[in-house]
């Protein structure tokens, strides 16, 4: 079994910064990609961003020059910078990681944009 935990969510203010991380553990051999998706009431969870083994990031056009995703392979671990953050930012924030042919999932965490 592989487990995903996240931390690093929270309140901040409109035009703030966050950092999200999250470490997988258990049966990890070899994680494909790994990524951060985020959803809110209502609405179907959506790509964040997402980082390859090999350093090949991807992200949405709304956080694309605000938020930068990373990855520290020997650690297993992916982390996203969220930077001049906005009140459309505030979801619950999941970390995905693929190995293999599947999907892993965190708990998700909240962040809340607020002034």
């Known amino acids: 079994q592989v487990q995903l935990v996240e931390s690093g969510g929270g309140l901040v203010q409109p035009g703030g910064s966050l950092r999200l991380s999250c470490t997988a553990s258990?049966?990890?051999?070899?994680?494909?990609?790994m990524g951060w998706y985020r959803q809110v009431p209502g609405k179907q969870r959506e790509l964040v961003a997402a980082?390859?083994?090999?350093?090949?990031?991807r992200d949405a056009d709304s956080v694309r020059g605000r938020f930068t995703i990373s990855r520290d392979n020997a650690k297993n671990t992916v982390s996203l910078q969220m930077n001049i953050l906005k009140s459309e930012d505030t979801a619950v924030y999941y970390c995905?990681?693929?190995?293999?042919?599947?999907?892993?999932w965190g708990q998700g965490t909240q962040v809340t944009v607020s002034s």
């Open positions: 995905n990681a693929v190995i293999g042919w599947r999907q892993y």
């Open positions: 258990g049966s990890v051999f070899r994680i494909n990609d």
């Open positions: 980082i390859t083994s090999g350093g090949t990031t």
